[in-house]
């Protein structure tokens, strides 16, 4: 892990190595001040020399105000450092996450994603930016200390040095309990964003059910939780900072025990003594501040183990190693021997199915749910991928498309529009973002919407809200629609388009969609029978597979699962409600 870390600074390494290089001068800056102040005590002040104190003196101070440019260089340079890893380890592991499979997102809660991107690497940015420097001006000034403090004595300098490792070592291998802690706050800090997370989003909800007081009180629970993983980080970092107080103090005391002993034994003038006891203060001073940073290191490795579970995530939907970008599709859709079951699943949703769909033929899958409608419409895009069998497009194998270009022939319309934070104009050119405003409108118009746009006070840059609050069901409908229109693919998918509106909406859609399939290929997965009528081909789909298929007329004609849909739709019965038996 430290390897991987560390090679976050390889695009930066000419800002790390000027950081380090200023580190390195105000390090020097801090060394130098006791030898002048050993050199005044010693030499100066019993000679009378104030010519050369005052030349000190300005030396001094010309010296602090350098130490404090460095000390601004190192401040706003290290930050931008910080700054710059977390975001490109925020970019890599958003790259990550457009290329993870669903599966993926149907096991993990969009708060703890968004915590993975947003604070954890916030706390791995701080340790980026403060680990570094401070490992490297610690180094730095315990190596030249201990060089230029054994030159006065060898022997008491070398044993305070050696008690000095040890305590240091004693005190980081007493911390493992406190990085364990860390590590759990994160996760409760995660869980926590992703209550809220949830919360906020179904606030129109909570108070449909008139749950504010549930959802207080189910954000109360998390909240003492929270509070005791706190409790329970913040005790073994007292414990931590109150050893690591008594250690350093236990260092000054023998320091100035051991230097006044030389003194008195005439081995050290006053003015060693000082230099030494200074000396030591600075290396205390520096282990002080490690210390205390060892929480922003605790707290950073654990938001970097938690990102490097993140990028460690299998990508299970890839391009295979003969995907190649097909650029022209006509429509044929095979399915061959198809199996299939979702992860963690022992039962298989498909099981050796096989169906074919012509070019500019439309296809409908009527039957109860779970019968594997929407799993057969997901997969053709390969949002999943199957275990057994094969989907071929025009004849090719889908696995021999690259996502981008299978995709790209393919449009999807569902159910449930989701609707970006933005303007109306942005929300309709995501179907094609190199769209001009004339296309947008275009689509607009084709989709039925543009008439409702028009009137909009800011027309197509109407914000819409979150997930489109401003708009109806049928509005935000309409835009997925456009999206569509300015997509132009060659295959059309409707998963459920229209079963959420009602019914005059439903109509004004249908035709929407209708002139949307012309010259495509179009599946369409249906509970409502009125929106497959006019389908070249019904798939009647029941928990075997395929239990009928023919036209709307061919099966009304025949006994069998189709007609008892059909005249249990026209006796107000939810087709979707209809069990169908064998």
């Not at 102040?37 to 003196?57: C, F, K, M, W, Y």
């Not at 004849?395 to 999807?412: Q, V």
């Not at 989709?447 to 809200?465: K, N, Q």
């Amino acid at each position: 892990m430290f390897k991987d870390f560390i090679s976050y600074y390889k695009p930066h390494k000419r800002l790390l190595a000027f950081i380090l290089f200023i580190v390195i001068c105000f390090a020097l800056i801090e060394l130098s001040i006791p030898i002048f102040s050993r050199h005044i005590l010693n030499t100066l002040v019993p000679e009378g020399d104030l010519q050369g104190i005052i030349i000190i003196a300005l030396i001094l101070v010309a010296l602090l105000f350098l130490y404090a440019l460095f000390q601004y260089i190192v401040g706003y340079y290290g930050h931008m450092l910080g700054i710059s890893i977390e975001n490109d380890m925020r970019l890599k592991a958003f790259r990550k996450l457009q290329k993870l499979g669903f599966e993926y997102y149907d096991v993990n809660k969009t708060g703890i994603i968004m915590a993975r991107l947003t604070s954890d690497l916030h706390e791995v940015a701080e340790l980026a930016h403060h680990g570094i420097e401070e490992l490297v001006a610690t180094g730095f000034m315990l190596v030249f200390g201990y060089i230029y403090l054994i030159q006065l004595n060898f022997w008491v300098t070398t044993l305070l040095f050696i008690l000095f490792i040890v305590m240091l070592v004693t005190l980081l291998y007493s911390r493992r309990n406190q990085i364990t802690a860390f590590r759990f706050l994160r996760r409760e800090h995660a869980e926590i964003n992703s209550r809220l997370e949830g919360s906020i989003s179904g606030i129109r909800l909570t108070r449909a059910f008139s749950n504010e007081e549930y959802e207080i009180n189910r954000f109360e629970k998390d909240n003492q939780r929270y509070m005791a993983a706190y409790d329970v980080a913040y005790k073994a970092l007292g414990i931590s900072n109150a050893t690591n107080q008594f250690f350093v103090q236990i260092v000054n005391v023998m320091v100035l025990v051991c230097s006044a002993l030389l003194v008195l034994n005439g081995n050290f003038s006053t003015g060693d003594m000082v230099a030494y006891f200074l000396y030591f203060g600075m290396l205390v001073g520096p282990i002080k501040r490690l210390m205390t940073m060892l929480e922003t290191f605790q707290q950073g490795i654990a938001g970097f183990e938690r990102y490097t579970e993140l990028m460690n995530e299998p990508i299970t939907i890839q391009d295979s190693d003969n995907a190649r970008d097909i650029l022209d599709v006509k429509g044929t859709i095979d399915f061959d021997g198809v199996s299939f079951r979702y992860n963690n699943d022992t039962k298989k949703i498909l099981d050796d199915f096989s169906m074919s769909i012509k070019q500019g033929e439309m296809v409908a899958l009527v039957g109860p749910s779970g019968v594997g409608k929407t799993t057969i419409a997901q997969l053709i895009p390969r949002f999943y991928d199957i275990q057994e069998g094969s989907i071929a497009i025009d004849g090719i194998n889908t696995h021999d498309f690259t996502l981008e270009s299978l995709r790209r022939h393919i449009g999807y319309v569902q159910q449930d529009v989701f609707i970006f934070w933005g303007t109306i104009a942005e929300n309709i050119a995501y179907g094609n973002p190199k769209a001009s405003q004339e296309d947008i409108e275009l689509a607009a118009k084709k989709a039925g919407i543009h008439d409702f746009i028009i009137t909009l006070p800011a027309s197509y840059e109407t914000m819409v809200g979150e997930r489109g609050v401003m708009l109806s069901g049928g509005q935000k409908q309409r835009i997925s629609i456009a999206r569509i229109f300015l997509k132009d693919p060659k295959i059309l998918i409707l998963d459920e388009a229209t079963s959420a509106l009602d019914n005059i909406t439903e109509a004004y859609i249908q035709a929407s969609l209708e002139e949307l399939s012309k010259g495509r290929t179009v599946l369409v997965v249906a509970h409502r029978l009125t929106t497959v009528q006019n389908a070249d081909k019904i798939i009647v789909m029941d928990q075997d597979g395929i239990a009928q298929s023919g036209t709307h007329e061919e099966l009304l004609a025949t006994e069998g699962h189709y007609r008892n849909l059909y005249e249990a739709s026209n006796n107000n019965f939810l087709p979707s409600d209809l069990e169908i038996t064998n």
